[in-house]
């Protein structure tokens, strides 16, 4: 069996490969360039950024190599950077030259109408649909994309890629190329290997074929066409899974109220026997088995307590992380003690290091809450408005691309005419940064006045940062999403902040995950239906069963949203 995939050492490429370890396909890794001979199908998961993957790709002497095997006709399919290393440049990097098969860029989205990356389940459009030889992809399923360069399906100005072209999809106003077919080469934009069962399908009937039938997309020149306008991307719909030893030391899935995980004292018996206990929901592999199995966009890992020692050290976590990458084929984030860290022995590990290790385990994408606070600190304080490359944000950007970092907010109110908060604030940062209580909103908040304030820690220390400052701070030195917790809704069930969220929203052009406050499936109608954010995350109710994944996607439905089914 001649099936080979190609690590050139950066990227979560272990997706794919639990992917095809459950399609029951066997193949074998490429990692010098000797390997390319011996390879009769070969596919690339490129996931990072274009200059690092080239880079990556030259020093190893794999380019070449790379080239030759696809000019050999051999059966090649390339995912993301996989399918980007086939145009001859990209927006990028000025540098960096991919391998010019495919005559024409790669350009980066236009942020003035939409939020870059684009990231989540869009639709692809077959332009043949009447073309049977080509691989089996359906116009009426979603497919999910992370990425902020594109190639843009422009038959005009791009004649030759356009020949190439096999779906499309569109983004905003931008319709760019979303799968590429001709002769012996396949390559998609969108990641087959996290796009739930459609993309298994579709892996599938790729490497079930025979070597032959790969190799023989047709060559004939295709019949350009216009796709119909169609901006099919859902809001995602996230559930999140704190998790933390218990007081057993088992690793547990728990949710707080108000960031406070441990049971309280009550009058009843039963609850005052527990009081004080790490609140136990279930285990977090079964628990994100059955939330992919029930629908969910994205799963979110959180390592609630990794600010009291090494996650490199903390073998059970990335355990979590290798099983659940197992059973899971939608996008998993990892959050919780990505920063610089020394291991017991001494051995000093840097924050890319770390995330490193969680994208081989099988995360997507990592998600960084206090080291964010300090480096926004730490380049507000040098006043130049950039950061010094230094930071986890800025050193996994670049190795893995921005869409690969998301920066956890864990903002807490400060109200600003309630004397008993006055004089413990470092100062409001900007008037336009003070929400009222909205007439509609919880009683207890009408008539009243705040601003959210950047904690670290789980919300245990407060730091002299807005959320604000933190959002455009963290966007600037290069994450890709923002998660936006908020501590007084957490666990309350009364509710997104909606003000929060569209405060942080209006301030900031890369997507926004609105997070705490669920009760109920309305909730999720209400955030989306009330302002722009791009996902919604809930804990709680899905971990009680309150609210099933499914029932949320119903009622966006009903409500006219945009959803996956
Ligand atoms: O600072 O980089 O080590 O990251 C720590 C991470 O752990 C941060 O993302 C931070 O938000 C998270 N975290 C720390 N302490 C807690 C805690 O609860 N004590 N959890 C915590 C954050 C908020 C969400 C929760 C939503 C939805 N929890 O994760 O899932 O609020 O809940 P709901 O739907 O039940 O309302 P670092």
Known sequence: MGLYLLDYGAGNVQSLANSLKKLGHEFTWISTAEDFHKATSLVFPGVGAFESAIERLTSRGLLE?????????????????????????????????????????????????????????????????????????DSTVHYYFVHSYNAKYDPEKYPDAAQWAHTTTQYGQEIFIASVCKGNVFGTQFHPE?????????????????????????????????????????????????????????????????????????PTTTIAKTAGAVRNLGKPVSLAARYYTSGADELCLLNITSFRHSPLQDQPML????????????????????????????????????????????????????????????????????????????????????????????PRRVYVNAESNVGETHGVPNADEIVHGRSDGPEKERGKAWWYQCTVSGGRESRPLSVVQLAQGAEKLGAG????????????????????????KSKVRIPVVASSGAGSKEHFVDVFGKTDVEAALAAGIFHRGEVGIGEVKDALKDSGINARS
């Open 481 to 504: 999403e923002i998660l936006l917790n908020s501590i007084d809704r957490d666990g309350t069930g009364l509710g997104f902040d909606l003000q929060l969220i569209e405060l942080v």
């Open 319 to 410: 355990a979590v992380v290798r099983a659940a990458a197992e059973c899971v084929f939608v996008p998993l984030t990892i959050g919780g003690g990505i920063k610089d860290t020394v291991d017991p022995d001494g051995t000093k590990r840097s924050a890319l290091e770390v995330a490193g290790t969680y994208f081989r385990a099988g995360a997507d994408k990592v998600s960084i809450g206090s080291e964010a606070v300090y480096a926004v600190e730490k380049m507000r304080a040098a006043g130049n408005g950039k950061g010094d490359g230094t930071s986890a944000i800025e050193t996994i950007a670049h190795a893995y691309g921005r869409q690969a970092v998301v920066v956890s907010i864990d």
């Open 65 to 137: 190599p790379l080239r030759e095997y696809i000019q050999s006709g051999k059966p090649y399919f390339g995912i993301c950077i996989g399918l980007q290393v086939l145009f001859e440049s990209s927006a990028e990097s000025l540098t960096a030259r991919g391998l010019g098969i495919i005559p024409c860029p790669i350009e980066r989205f236009n942020d003035n109408d939409k939020a870059v990356p684009h990231i989540g389940w869009n639709s692809a459009e077959l332009l043949d649909p009447v073309d049977k030889s080509t691989e089996e992809m």
């Open 194 to 266: 996290k796009s739930g069962e459609a993309g298994l399908k579709l892996l599938d009937s790729w490497l079930s074929k025979s070597e032959s039938e790969r190799a023989s997309a047709p060559l004939t020149p295709r019949i350009v066409r216009q796709p119909k306008p169609k901006d099919g991307l859902t809001k995602r719909i996230i559930a999140c899974m704190d998790v933390r030893a218990n007081d057993e030391g088992d690793l547990v899935v728990t949710k707080g109220d108000q960031y406070d995980v441990r049971e309280k004292a009550a």
